[in-house]
């Protein structure tokens, strides 16, 4: 019983549950409830969705010959795009924990075998992303080689 109102409380399953609930109702209004970690989930519900076919465009780059991501299914979809994006927007945090937090989350929505696949996915993505977009600290804000954020 525990575990469960773990994984309730988890912001990541809270943001993978709204993003994929926006995929199939376009219209539906991004409403989060009440949580400690609000601001967080916002961040990333807004953020993968705004930046979908950025997240899309650099998943295609790094993954060429290695993944269709057309061809996983939505919810696949939904958990790697919030990982992309937390790896390109989320500096601060160590890539290991983003995927550390993702393969937790994903443990309520998908099964060991996919879980193992998605571990070696976001490890090859996290590499090759981190290494490519470096990032530096000017004035308080971060620049990117392709991207700006304040």
Request: with cysteine; net charge positive; glycine share 2%.
């Amino acid at each position: 019983m525990k575990v469960q109102s773990k994984v309730k409380d988890n912001p990541r399953v809270i943001a993978i549950q709204k993003i994929y609930s926006k995929f199939y109702n376009k219209d539906e209004d991004l409403t989060i409830g009440k949580h400690r970690f609000k601001k967080f989930i916002k961040d990333v519900v807004n953020g993968t969705i705004e930046r979908d076919d950025l997240i899309t465009e650099e998943l295609e780059i790094h993954l060429k010959g290695d993944l269709v991501l057309s061809h996983l299914d939505k919810l696949f979809q939904v958990i790697v795009k919030c990982a992309v994006f937390e790896l390109l927007y989320k500096p601060k945090t160590s890539s290991k924990i983003i995927i550390k937090e993702y393969l937790t989350a994903s443990n309520a929505f998908l099964e060991d075998s996919q879980t193992r696949y998605l571990n070696a996915l976001l490890d090859k993505i996290s590499k090759k992303l981190r290494n490519h977009n470096e990032w530096i600290w000017i004035n308080k804000k971060i620049f990117f080689k392709t991207c700006y954020f304040f």
